[in-house]
Every structure is written in structure tokens, then in C-alpha cells.
């Protein structure tokens, strides 16, 4: 039993070390966004960097980038100009899809800046290492800590999308009331004409004696 608890915090610990790490290509003149849902108060991290082509050698000044990271408030979160590597770090002040976007000036001939992003949220952005060291932590008691951070990850997660069902579920049935009475009123709307030119017909023909 004791195996088999030992085995699941150590995986446990594993998966909790896993982030949003990718690599993609810039072309100069060009922008990418990438986007991460966050909840209130859930604490994040970001780092990037700027692949060299050419190691040993100096980057050159057209492999620089700007970086804004914002909310989908337009709240802005960290800015940088012309910078080779950095990173971020902050508590969300609100729920939403925040946005990481990466530009480089356009340059000619045209180059293709590769950038390496890491981008933790919750549990993963917690720095453990520093944990250890401030604390004397055995490594039992640390992975207990961050198990039950990530129960507790867990539990807030469901209470979110439990709020976000709700949310989706007000929001349709706001959509349908609102489609019947279009629906209603087109209805009424049609028929009201069908009658007015039924008796413009008729008062036509009645004119021109035809009836």
C-alpha cells in the first residue's frame, strides 16, 4: 500500500513539473499570440528566450522582440521592447483568457526568429526548489505539499467550470427566449403584411369593379 501511495505522489510530482513549454517560429514583421485561460488569484510564470542560430556568436539585432502580455480586459500584465530573453510573473486580478503576443520589426531581406516560451499557471508556477531551501523540507513532506496543492487546484477547477456551465447555461436560455420572441414577432410581422396586401387587393378590385 505503501508502494503504491509512494508511486502516485512521485508521478504526481512528475506531472506537476510538466508546463506549456513550445518553440515556434517569427517572421520579421509578424505577430503571434498565444493564449492561456487563468482564474482569479492563480499565480503565473513566463519565460522566454530567443533561440541562436549560431552559438558562440552573438545574436544579431534584427533576432529582437516585443512582448505584451494582457488580459482580455486589456489590462496590461508585462511589456518588453527590443529584448533578446525575459520573463514575467504575476497574481491574475481577474478570470480570463490572457494573451502572451510576441512582434518582431520588419527587417529586409525577411528573417525567421525562432523563440523558446515556458508558461506555468497554478500549482506549476510555484517555485518548490526554493520551498526546500527556505524550509528543510523532507522530500516526503514536499511531495505531500504539492499533492495536496494540486487536490486543491483540482477542486477549485471544478468549482470554475461548474460557474462556467451556469454561465453558459444563463447565456442560452437568454438566446432561446430571445429567438422565440424574434421568431414571434417576425411571425406577426409577416402576417400583417400578408393581410395588408390581401386587403389592398381586395379594395383594388372592388375599385375596379372586378369583384
Not at 509578424?30 to 503565473?44: F, G, L, P, V, Y
Request: with cysteine.
Amino acid at each position: 500500500m505503501l508502494r503504491k501511495s509512494l508511486q502516485i505522489i512521485l508521478i504526481l510530482g512528475f506531472l506537476l513539473n510538466l508546463s506549456q513549454s513550445l518553440r515556434f517560429d517569427l517572421l520579421s514583421g509578424q505577430t503571434k499570440c498565444i493564449s492561456e485561460d487563468i482564474r482569479t488569484n492563480s499565480m503565473t510564470v513566463g519565460k522566454y528566450h530567443i533561440v541562436n542560430p549560431n552559438e558562440g556568436i552573438p545574436l544579431p539585432e534584427t533576432h529582437k522582440v516585443t512582448v505584451r502580455v494582457t488580459s482580455s480586459y486589456g489590462n496590461n500584465y508585462h511589456t518588453a521592447d527590443h529584448v533578446e530573453t525575459g520573463q514575467f510573473a504575476f497574481t491574475a486580478a481577474e478570470t480570463g483568457d490572457y494573451m502572451a503576443c510576441f512582434w518582431t520589426p520588419e527587417h529586409n531581406p525577411s528573417v525567421t526568429v525562432t523563440i523558446d516560451f515556458d508558461w506555468k499557471t497554478g500549482v506549476a508556477a510555484k517555485d518548490w526548489g526554493s520551498v526546500v531551501k527556505k524550509g528543510s523540507v523532507e522530500v516526503m513532506e514536499l511531495e505531500l505539499k504539492k499533492l495536496m496543492d494540486t487536490v486543491n487546484s483540482i477542486h477549485e477547477e471544478m468549482f470554475y467550470l461548474r460557474d462556467r456551465e451556469e454561465e453558459m447555461q444563463v447565456l442560452n436560455r437568454t438566446t432561446n427566449s430571445r429567438m422565440y420572441w424574434l421568431s414571434f414577432l417576425s411571425l406577426v410581422i409577416c402576417l400583417s403584411v400578408a393581410g395588408l396586401q390581401v386587403w389592398h387587393l381586395k379594395s383594388f378590385f372592388e375599385r375596379k369593379k372586378l369583384l
